[in-house]
């Protein structure tokens, strides 16, 4: 432990004032801002064993990590999440301070709130009551905890992942508590994320004067042939669990400040969020397929492509999920929806090593000014994930 290891002021079986005092740790990426140190002395103080894994890569700031166990035996629960969160921004449009973790009218406020200390803290919370509730209770809990999700994403999960195995951990299933409800606690699971893939292309034209355009070639017109080309049909149709892939263009830019210059060359920037029909390089086949088809013999262009490690992934209904999902309608009463939506998340890592679910908060202010988390709901997923970990240990799902 880096830091003080005695327990807090607190009740740790308390979302709330777990969330506030995550809260209150300043812990903006890759800053760790004592938050790990408070989650490590809190789940040692109730049995767990804590390790706090640091992990650097050249020309980028050391994160730290935690991972905390509880149970000697199998099966292997493990809770995944990220203490780290984005900047608050404009200070002054805060009605709140953002790292004060206020209560107005049963609604807490502060970065983090949603994605995802709130999340996290329910589930440590419900984790610990069920640890207390049940001491003599078969298989383990663990946390998977890292300080950057929301940067680069280098020294997170994915060396966390490699670590623990390293040193002979083995899972059998993971809950992430990403913020995937987006008005109501009763709306969604995410049981798979699409992929992401980025392109970049140029397309090559000759300078010239826009009265003389015989001695020129203008990359505009080529370019507009190409992003036509790409747009023309959809890339699909969509699979059972997910919408058809989608292709949007991002930027397009020439930067020409001279009305009277037909420019040299012209740039753009897409990206696609791809299901589970294509890996990252059959769709960028498809895509050079595409411009090639639209550029015929007469644009001059270049492709290239960001290395990606979003593949489109599903973690396949079964008695994991289903457990999960009578857990959140026993608390809500309504069924969630499977859902695949929205962008990347660590899931795409944590899927390699076994079956992730992933559910949270409400997750309508991430990111933004305001963040904010209703109590209520914190009390809802702290019992949602007890009541799942009740029925987890009970019987285990075996797949
Ligand atoms: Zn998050």
């Not at 905890?145 to 020294?155: C, F, K, L, S």
Request: glycine share 10%; with cysteine.
């Amino acid at each position: 432990m880096s830091q003080n290891s005695t327990a807090p002021a607190f009740d740790a079986a308390d979302p709330v004032a777990l969330t506030q005092a995550l809260i209150r740790c300043p812990s903006v990426t890759p800053a760790e801002g004592g938050a790990l140190a408070l989650l490590g002395a809190v789940l040692t103080a109730e049995g767990f064993t804590v390790d706090r894994p640091v992990f650097s890569a050249p020309g980028m700031p050391d994160v730290e990590n935690l991972y905390a166990r509880i149970g000697a035996d199998g099966p292997v629960l493990v809770i995944a999440g990220h203490t780290d969160v984005v900047p608050p921004g404009d200070l002054a449009a805060w009605t709140r301070d953002p790292f004060a973790a206020t209560i107005v009218d049963g609604v807490l406020y502060g970065r983090g709130a949603c994605d995802m200390k709130g999340g996290l803290a329910a589930m440590v919370a419900a984790a610990i009551r069920y640890r207390r509730e049940n001491p003599q209770s078969h298989g383990s809990v663990a946390f998977l905890i890292t300080g950057d999700e929301e940067g680069p994403a280098v020294n997170g999960t994915v060396k966390l992942l490699e670590w623990a195995k390293a040193r002979g951990e083995r899972f059998d299933h993971c809950l992430l508590g990403e913020p995937t409800n987006p008005a109501n606690m009763s709306d969604m699971i995410k049981i798979g994320r699409r992929g992401s893939l980025t392109g970049k292309l140029t397309v090559a034209g000759v300078q010239g004067h826009v009265g003389y355009p015989h001695l020129a070639q203008n990359p505009i017109r080529g370019m507009v042939r190409l992003l036509a080309g790409l747009d023309a049909s959809p890339l699909d149709a969509g699979t059972e669990h997910f919408d058809p892939s989608n292709l949007e263009v991002t930027t397009l830019d020439v930067g020409n400040p001279a009305s009277n210059v037909i420019p040299a060359q012209a740039k753009a920037v897409f990206n696609i969020r791809f299901n589970d029909l294509w890996t990252p390089e059959t769709l960028a086949a498809e895509i050079e397929r595409r411009l090639r088809e639209a550029a015929g013999n007469t644009v001059r262009y270049e492709i290239t492509f960001e290395p990606t490690n979003a593949v489109a992934f599903l973690t396949k209904p079964g008695p994991f999920v289903a457990m999960v999902a009578d857990a959140v309608e026993a608390e809500t009463g309504k069924r969630p929806a499977l859902s695949t939506t929205g962008g990347t998340s660590d899931a795409r890592f944590i899927k390699n090593y076994c079956p992730v679910v992933e559910y949270g908060v409400v997750g309508q202010t991430m990111h933004q000014i305001d963040e904010r988390v209703a109590l209520v709901d914190l009390a809802t997923l702290e019992r949602i994930t007890h009541r799942l970990l009740s029925a987890y240990f009970a019987a285990a799902p075996t797949a």
